[in-house]
Structure formats: C-alpha cells, structure tokens
C-alpha cells in the first residue's frame, strides 16, 4: 500500500486519469439505464396502445353485429306478418266468397226447397191487399208529437249513459 501511494505521489495524473475514466464510465452506465428504461417504457406505451385499439375495435365490432341482429329480427318479424297477412286475405277472400254464395237467391230458393221443403205457392194461395183505399189518416196536434220526441230523447239518453 505504501508503493501504491508513493507511485500515485509519483504519477498523480495517472490518479486522476482513472478516477476521470471510472466517473466517465458511471455516466455512460446511467446514461445506457437510462437509454433502456425509456425504450423499456415506450415498449410499454406501444404494448399499452395496441391493447387499447384491439379493445376499440373489438367493442365497434360487437355493437355492430348486435345492430346486424336486431335487423336481422326485425325482418324476420316482418316477414311472419305478411305470411299472416296472405293468411288472413285468403281467409277473407273465402268468407266473401261464402257471403256471396248465401246472397245468391238462386242458392236460397233451391236449399228452402230441398233442406226445408218449401215450394212457390199455387194460384189458389196467392191472395192479393190493396192498400191505396184503406188510408188512415191520423192527425196528432202539434203539442203531443213534441211532448213525444223530448221523452225519447230522454229515454234514448238514459240509455246511452247506461252504456257508457
């Protein structure tokens, strides 16, 4: 130890050479910690972000296949309705084909005469009224027709709150 600080009296540069070179050597080893901590960070940040876009787009994607299956229902639903709605204009169109055959008076005629047994009536089973001779005329002073119509009208309106 005495020969290291006798050489070190002897050569002080070299001292301060290596002490220049380990304090040089300290800040580069910062410096590189430093270097890789940031990369290391904006590895993280990159990571950081991607993980964020994946996470957006997955969530876009999923709120427009739930838009995509709403339509998707919705015309389902449309098209049951216009297979009820044929359903019910051919059913329609089946019930006024019935009214019309149950209008037809030739249909009425021939089922009295076979269901019911009816036949047209015979010369001797037709009696004839004359009504033009028999006139009544009946005369109601004005008074009674009026007193008449305002207890209809109350009647019919006692009937129409009973309703209601």
Known sequence: ???????????????YEEEYRQVVEKKRRRRVKKASKRKNNS???????????????LSIALFILVGYSQITSLRM???KLERQKLELEKSKMNLVADLEELKNTINVSEEAITKLGM????????IYISTEDTRVETSIDESA????????????????????
């Open 43 to 57: 590895k993280v940040l990159v990571k950081f972000a991607c993980f964020t876009m994946a996470l957006i787009s």
């Open 1 to 15: 130890m005495l020969v290291a600080k006798s050489e070190a009296n002897y050569y002080p540069e070299y001292i």
């Open 145 to 164: 027709s009026s007193k008449l119509n305002e207890f209809l009208s109350i009647f019919s309106g006692f009937f129409r709150r009973l309703q209601i």
């Open 119 to 126: 036949s047209y009536p015979k010369e001797g089973q037709i």
């Open 77 to 79: 639903e449309v098209t």
